[in-house]
């Protein structure tokens, strides 16, 4: 593996390969008299600006169109290379006309592209579940990892090497998986990518990453490839295009209805997420069938689709009881039981989950702020002021009471954890805590924040429900899309649904530019 010099800071918005301060002067010379400008066809408004980020050729060669830059009105253009003021057309070669060897390239330089596209994408994936990242950091942390897939695209046949390189050195990379395919889709090399679905197969990394790589590109650059995986022979295939139908928000239409009576359980599983998440009401009914299913698995999505779609029965016990068994599902099961339950039903539900979760207050705690029950504020006021429970208390005060701690200045830097039991394992005292970027409250201040906040005193004495500060309602979680963290809005999400059924879930994952454009269209700006 090579050094990585670039900077880890994952608020940067770009790496320093990709800093726009590095690139080179461009001349501001007029044509000369006669000489007319019109862009030439599939450039320019790429090649250049892409050539200039990854510093991968050197600066004596032009881009690959073979033309000129430009600076007209503050953005780069290109000159054809017969009207380049005071040249000769003969002087401007193009590096990639069949007569001429393709440019030099920057080994190591698309190298750390490569390794970096990959290390981004695996920090990237805790980013979208973070309590303290928001879609502006989102959005930048998206351009650094766009920035390297542009080096790699640029640098051609030698970008195209060490992403195969990488992919093939460990198949457990997930990162690596995703960083081939995405160059596969973006080539439209389907040799290659046929090779990558086949190694999806047998190997679930390597799902991940592909399946990472079909939602992180261009829906027109699927075109062509997600249907014939919906009615491959093979269930594996199957799921990567339902997966890639269901993070675009687009309906598999037959695909979908072939996937729900598959004999394959994880593929049947895959669709019941795939119908409930796009909103598919129609199949409302055949969801409540399927929760009766020989596998867990397509009984909990086959759940957790029905409750989206409606189901305030059957859907919310199976949810429940799902949010008391371990595994990566609990959080979920426990969020959406909560949320769909009618006022009165989820304050019964938070109390028996609370007795289930003996001895596990995060659970307790989230229970609590899921409720959104203003009158349980001064019990989680309590929990701050354990130094154990403090942050988990302080986050469901926030998803009650809209509490931004940064932003209200109601953090501390004095913070400190208990020490660790003396016979404690070592596995368990490095485990990577998922609330470990919880800010710390302070007890002081947060106490007097909510005393001086009128409109908390009001609705705890008519027992109103609240959700980021306000009444539970469609604003309150368009507003929390808009400017809350990755945690919350996943949250905002869901209610959306809950409050609409038939409405799509609000892809929170998705990259923020899709994110940004989907807000905009549903009115207002995104970061209103």
Not at 49 to 75: D, F, H, I, N, Y
Not at 137 to 152: P, W, Y
Not at 200 to 215: H, I, W
Request: aromatic share 6%.
């Amino acid at each position: 593996m090579a050094n990585r010099t670039g900077p880890t800071n994952l608020a940067s918005p770009r790496c320093a390969r990709a800093s726009t301060s590095n690139r080179p002067r461009i001349s501001s010379r007029r044509p000369t008299a006669g000489a007319t400008w019109a862009p030439p066809a599939a450039h320019c408004t790429y090649c250049w600006p892409a050539w200039l980020r990854t510093r991968a050729m050197p600066t004596a060669r032009w881009p690959s169109c073979g033309a000129a830059p430009k600076q007209v009105s503050g953005r780069q253009r290109c000159w054809p290379a017969d009207s380049v003021p005071g040249s000769n057309a003969s002087i401007l070669p193009n590096p990639m006309t069949p007569d001429r060897d393709p440019p030099p390239v920057l080994h190591a330089v698309v190298q750390q592209h490569a390794e970096e596209t990959a290390m981004l994408r695996q920090a990237r994936a805790a980013l979208v579940r973070a309590p303290h990242v928001g879609l502006e950091l989102l959005g930048r942390h998206d351009e650094r990892i766009e920035a390297h897939l542009d080096g790699l695209l640029v640098a051609g046949v030698a970008g195209k090497a060490l992403a195969q390189q990488q992919w093939l050195e460990d198949e457990s990379d997930i990162g690596a998986s995703f960083t081939a395919a995405v160059l596969a889709l973006r080539q439209g090399d389907r040799r290659w990518l046929d090779e990558l679905l086949a190694a999806s197969t047998v190997a679930d990394a390597r799902r991940r990453g592909l399946m990472a790589a079909f939602g992180w590109v261009a829906p027109e650059t699927l075109r062509g490839v997600v249907q014939p995986l919906l009615l491959s022979s093979e269930p594996r295939l199957r799921q990567v295009g339902i997966e890639a139908c269901r993070m675009h928000l687009t309906d598999p239409g037959a695909g979908l209805a072939g996937a729900l009576d598959s004999t394959d359980a994880p593929l049947r599983a895959t669709a019941w997420r795939c119908a409930g998440e796009l909103g598919r009401i129609d199949l409302l009914g055949a969801a409540r069938q399927a929760m009766s299913d020989e596998s867990p698995e397509v009984v909990f999505w086959a759940a957790w689709a029905a409750c989206l779609l409606g189901d305030r029965n059957a859907a919310l016990q199976m949810l429940a009881n799902a949010a008391q068994k371990p595994g990566d599902l609990a959080n979920r099961a426990l969020a959406l039981a909560l949320i769909a339950s009618p006022f009165d039903q989820a304050g019964e539900l938070a109390r028996r989950l609370s007795a289930s979760f003996a001895g596990q207050s995060r659970q307790v705690l989230r229970s609590v702020g899921l409720l959104g029950d203003v009158r349980f504020v001064p019990w989680l006021l309590d929990q701050v002021d354990e130094p154990a429970t403090a942050r988990q208390a302080a986050e469901s005060l926030s998803w009650i009471t809209g509490a931004d701690l940064a932003r209200d200045s109601l953090e501390t830097l004095k913070a400190s954890l208990p020490p660790p039991a003396e016979d404690a394992d070592e596995e368990d005292v490095i485990e990577v805590d998922e609330d470990a970027d919880l800010p710390w409250p302070d007890p002081k201040k947060l106490r007097a924040w909510c005393a001086n906040n009128r409109e908390i005193q009001a609705a705890a004495a008519t027992g109103t429900r609240w959700f980021a500060g306000a009444a539970i309602g469609p604003a309150a979680a368009q507003q929390v899309l808009r400017r809350g963290h990755q945690r919350m809005r996943w949250l905002a999400a869901l209610w959306l649904c809950v409050q609409q059924p038939g409405q799509p879930l609000f892809p929170v994952a998705a990259p923020a530019a899709r994110q940004r454009a989907r807000l905009a269209a549903q009115g207002g700006s995104a970061l209103a």
